[in-house]
Nanobody, 125 residues
Framework: QVYLVESGGGLVQDGGSLRLSCAAS???????TAWFRQAPGKEREFVAA????????NYAESVKGRFTISKDVAKNTVYLQMNRLKPEHAAVYYC???????????????????WGQGTQVTVSS
């Protein structure tokens, strides 16, 4: 069982920045971590993913160059730095762990078997 706790969400103005954190606990095994988001009335979608070591990353095209995923291996915490935020980025952001992915990443919703509770990001125009 992997436990994921997100933090760092909140209200930010158009063009502002936020850094989300995902602190993981549980068995220390090799797995990938990802961020997804879900806006009201929309399906949950992939944002970014990072491998266990942090050496591999993967981004949705819509956030490339604007969002950066990183990992503090010692703290087993994954971060999502979000810059130049726009109202369309507002959503609940979820952290997810894919325990079947060894040494890589996955953007698949079904490929992630543990989820955090989510953190709300609101962007005012």
């Amino acid at each position: 069982q992997v436990y994921l706790v997100e933090s760092g969400g909140g209200l930010v103005q158009d063009g502002g920045s936020l850094r989300l954190s995902c602190a993981a606990s549980g068995p220390t095994t090799n797995y990938a971590t990802a961020w997804f988001r879900q806006a009201p009335g929309k399906e949950r979608e992939f944002v970014a993913a990072i491998s266990w070591s942090g050496a591999m990353t993967n981004y949705a095209e819509s956030v490339k160059g604007r969002f950066t995923i990183s990992k503090d291996v010692a703290k087993n915490t994954v971060y999502l730095q979000m810059n130049r935020l726009k109202p369309e980025h507002a959503a609940v952001y979820y952290c997810a762990a894919a325990t079947a992915i060894i040494g890589g990443t996955t953007s698949s919703l079904d490929g992630n078997d543990y989820w955090g509770q989510g953190t709300q990001v609101t962007v005012s125009s």
